[in-house]
């Protein structure tokens, strides 16, 4: 058996490692309520999940419906794997499972983009200005705010978490360092929550007789410049919005892969160096959801060299394989073209 068809099949037989195994399972998972258990309200919830999944995993708030896609909705079971019916609190609730290979196989026949399932995750310290009073909404806080928030970030398949409020947090951050945006205060009680992207709100809530009235912004950092989304609402859920919808669509232009051209760019990489790495590299870069195909073109003593067949350009291929830091750059190589170093 040749050193390239043992790696493979010890593919089948290895514990999984590498971050792309683990695909957040809720990205294809949807949950909604339910009027009863019929077949036909199971379809009708299914197609529903089916353009959730497919929003969550192409960043588009709204999926074209393209020939496949509305041949998709009129096949729906086609393309889940199971579903569970279940109350909570009260609620009929059925959860529907989707199959990762044919969703990403229907995403690739209508020529979506696709935005790649390892996400970043935002960690959003909220001042919130009520009856004078101002607080910290907590991850466990009862506020409608936190609730929309959640629910949309879920929808548009952003992770996002907000602050414990425990002591610890207590100690070091108050409502009024987040209102007022100091950024020594907001970093130094981030750094607990080892987030990829910090995002700070003010939000000021004021009851009229013309109804409830919701002004404030949003800031954060990305691509070393500040954001700053300002929105004016009677509702928690534009609020929801306006913090959730901005930052999804600069993750989703810089992160997502449009149906172009498939390209194939050859990429030379050392660190595996033995049979169990060979196999945890292959097995990571195989469930990479930007990539079509990949194939071992070479196997050398100190390297292996990959191709991949991808819809990315050069830069935005080296950007991507790169952003999970399982791969780095070998700045000691100095032979032409791409050489990386498998750290998974």
């Given at each position: 058996?040749t050193?390239?068809r043992?790696?493979?099949?010890?593919?089948?037989i290895?514990?999984?490692?590498?971050?792309?195994?683990?695909?957040?399972?809720?990205?294809?998972?949807?949950?909604?309520?339910a009027?009863?258990?019929?077949?036909?309200?199971?379809?009708?919830?299914?197609r529903?999940?089916?353009l959730?999944?497919?929003?969550r995993?192409?960043?588009?708030?709204?999926?074209p419906?393209?020939?496949?896609v509305l041949?998709?909705?009129?096949?729906?079971?086609?393309?889940?794997?199971?579903?569970?019916?279940?109350?909570?609190?009260?609620?009929?609730?059925?959860?529907?499972?989707?199959?990762?290979?044919?969703?990403?196989?229907?995403?690739?026949?209508?020529?979506?983009?696709?935005?790649w399932s390892?996400?970043?995750?935002?960690?959003?310290?909220?001042?919130?200005?009520?009856?004078?009073r101002?607080?910290?909404?907590s991850?466990?806080s009862?506020h409608?705010?936190?609730?929309?928030?959640e629910?949309h970030?879920?929808?548009r398949?952003?992770?996002v978490?907000?602050?414990?409020?425990d002591?610890d947090?207590?100690n070091?951050?108050?409502?009024?360092?987040?209102?007022?945006?100091?950024?020594?205060?907001?970093?130094?009680a981030?750094?607990?929550y080892?987030s990829?992207?910090t995002?700070?709100?003010?939000?000021k809530?004021?009851?009229?007789?013309?109804?409830?009235a919701?002004?404030?912004?949003?800031r954060?950092?990305f691509?070393e410049?500040?954001?700053?989304?300002?929105?004016?609402?009677?509702?928690?859920?534009?609020?929801?919005?306006?913090?959730?919808?901005?930052i999804t669509?600069?993750?989703?232009?810089?992160?997502?892969v449009?149906a172009?051209?498939?390209?194939?760019?050859?990429?030379?990489i050392?660190?595996a160096?033995?049979v169990?790495?060979?196999?945890?590299?292959?097995?990571?870069v195989?469930?990479?959801?930007?990539?079509d195909?990949?194939?071992?073109s070479?196997?050398?003593?100190?390297?292996?060299?990959?191709?991949?067949?991808?819809?990315?350009?050069?830069?935005?291929?080296?950007?991507?394989?790169?952003?999970d830091?399982v791969?780095?750059?070998?700045?000691l190589?100095q032979?032409?073209?791409?050489?990386?170093?498998?750290?998974?």
């Open positions: 058996m050193l390239v043992l790696v493979f099949w010890l593919i089948l290895l514990p999984g490692q590498g971050t792309a195994d683990s695909v957040p399972n809720w990205l294809y998972s949807v949950e909604q309520t009027d009863n258990q019929s077949t036909s309200e199971r379809q009708r919830v299914a529903e999940g089916l959730t999944v497919l929003s995993l192409t960043g588009l708030e709204s999926v419906r393209s020939p496949p041949a998709a909705l009129a096949n729906v079971s086609r393309y889940y794997s199971e579903y569970k019916f279940f109350d909570s609190d009260g609620d009929a609730m059925l959860r529907i499972t989707f199959q990762k290979s044919a969703v990403m196989h229907l995403i690739r026949t209508s020529a979506l983009p696709v935005w390892s996400r970043p995750t935002v960690l959003i310290w909220i001042a919130l200005e009520e009856n004078g101002r607080q910290i909404l991850a466990d009862d409608p705010l936190r609730r929309e928030i629910k970030a879920k929808r398949g952003l992770e978490r907000l602050p414990l409020m002591q947090d207590k070091s951050i108050t409502a009024g360092a987040v209102w007022g945006d100091v950024a020594s205060s907001v970093q130094s981030s750094s607990r080892d990829d992207l995002m700070t709100c003010r939000l809530a004021e009851l009229s007789l013309a109804g409830r919701l002004a404030g912004d949003c954060y950092w691509a410049r500040p954001i700053v989304d300002v929105f004016a609402t009677p509702r928690f859920s534009d609020v929801a919005r306006a913090s959730v919808d901005g669509g600069l993750l989703v232009a810089r992160y997502s449009l172009r051209e498939l390209r194939r760019w050859e990429v030379r050392a660190g160096s033995d169990s790495r060979y196999a945890a590299l292959l097995r990571y195989e469930n990479l959801d930007f990539v195909r990949v194939s071992v070479q196997l050398q003593p100190d390297h292996l060299t990959l191709l991949f067949d991808t819809r990315a350009n050069a830069d935005q291929f080296l950007m991507l394989l790169t952003s830091d791969f780095v750059v070998d700045e190589d032979q032409p073209g791409v050489r990386l170093v498998w750290r998974g």
